[in-house]
């Protein structure tokens, strides 16, 4: 069974850093594309950064050079790196994966069927 759970969301100033994880286990297969999508209040929820299992990368324009997506696999552990925070990037952060694939298939959460519960980040101006 795929379990994935967030952690450390929290509040910060515009300008600032968080780091997010996602301990992931349950995983069937060693290919996947793993995934950070966000969804903010009243809007849809869209991809941020992807990794695959050979570790390349794919990120949201939004967010090149301020985010970093990576993997822990001794740890079965995603991160995300958040530098230089905007209050547009308040939203419910989420991981996801989809398995099985040796490439991630793009940025679209309907790709991904496998989802954590979330953790807040809220960024004041």
């Known amino acids: 069974q795929v379990q994935l759970v967030e952690s450390g969301g929290g509040s910060v100033q515009a300008g600032g850093s968080l780091r997010l994880s996602c301990a992931a286990s349950?995983?069937?297969?060693?290919?996947?594309?793993m995934g950070w999508f966000l969804q903010a209040p009243g809007k849809e929820r869209e991809g941020v950064a992807t990794i695959d299992s050979d570790g390349d990368t794919t990120y949201a324009d939004s967010v090149k050079g301020r985010f970093t997506i990576s993997k822990d696999n001794a740890k079965n552990t995603l991160y995300l790196q958040m530098n230089n925070l905007k209050p547009e990037d308040t939203a419910m952060y989420y991981c996801a994966v989809r398995l099985w694939v040796g490439y991630c298939p793009g940025l679209s959460p309907n790709e991904y069927p496998h989802w954590g519960q979330g953790t807040q980040v809220t960024v004041s101006a």
């Open positions: 349950g995983f069937p297969s060693r290919r996947y594309c």
